[in-house]
């Protein structure tokens, strides 16, 4: 369509800002997991996985943000929320609305996306391959 024909040129910094804002939701994440920041009612002793899942959020939310290794930390992240859809969501109920896990397949695939499209505008990548 015509209309939106313009704006294919601002795809670069369209993702760099779905991968910023991605990152940062992802960071609170595992700073409530770690931290329990924001306070949250499962705060707690941290099993290994828990803790293992944590530490994935925060470190690679931060590398994410930064646009850091962004393709292999992606990729990384995409099978974290995979399996965290499959063990902690799937078995409460078949319907993602009902189980919780919308949020986990939402960053599963916007991270999947971005191992296929790179980190975009905004991300130290872009220097480090010049």
Known sequence: MKLFDGLARYQPQALGI????????FIEHGTQKLFNFPVSDHAGALS???LTAGILEFTGGILL?????????????AGEMAIAYFMAHM??????????GDSAISFCFIFLYLVF??????????????
């Open 18 to 25: 779905l991968r910023i804002v991605t990152a940062l939701q």
């Open 48 to 50: 290994g996985l828990s």
């Open 65 to 77: 943000a930064l646009g850091l290794f962004t393709r292999p930390v992606a990729f990384l992240l």
């Open 91 to 100: 078995p409460r109920d078949f319907f993602p609305v009902n189980n919780g």
């Open 117 to 130: 499209a790179g980190a975009g505008a905004f991300a130290l990548d872009n220097r480090r391959s010049a």
